[in-house]
């Protein structure tokens, strides 16, 4: 594959062919894909960056880790790296300036990929997701109330 930095018509080239190949089930198709697609946003900096081939990648990792074939350590790696990917998105649209319809939404597929992901390593130990929630947004937004009451009491 070329090794020349793809200009905003070859990422989105790049990103429409991971997805089909994500779809199709091709995972090492959909990797090699995503990770062209970050290359080349991370190489060039004449337009915005895109959060679709961090994405991507994402969903290939999670989709790998469904492997029943694979150890238990590298299932739950690919889940690792899956939710990494995520909480780096998360924050990625937190800085960026995107469209507003366009952050909601993948801030909310994200947010459910995420607790996706808890519960699939809650059930490969033999955990019950039901009894195992652990909602991070909502332990931050706890803390910035605490962080608030201590600071007035303070004040």
């Known amino acids: ?20 190949a994500l779809a199709k089930g091709e995972l090492e198709v959909a ?14 900096n004449s337009h915005k960056r895109s959060p679709e081939p961090y994405r991507y990648l994402a969903e290939v990792l999670e989709r790998k880790a469904e492997g029943k074939n694979l150890e238990l350590a590298q299932r739950q790696h690919f889940l690792l790296q899956a939710a990494a990917l995520y909480n780096f998105l998360r924050n990625f649209l937190k800085t960026e300036d995107m469209e507003g319809e366009l952050s909601k939404t993948l801030s909310k597929i994200v947010s459910c990929k995420l607790l996706d992901i808890q519960d699939n390593m809650d059930e490969m130990v033999g955990g019950n997701p039901l009894h195992c929630k652990f909602d991070s947004e909502r332990k931050q937004n706890e803390l910035k109330i605490l962080r608030n009451d201590v600071k007035q009491s303070l004040e």
Do not use: C
């Open 31 to 44: 990797v090699n894909y995503s990770i062209q697609g970050i290359r080349a946003v991370m190489l060039d």
């Open 1 to 20: 594959m070329a090794k020349t930095v793809p200009g905003i018509s070859d990422l989105a080239e790049l990103i429409e062919t991971a997805k089909r």
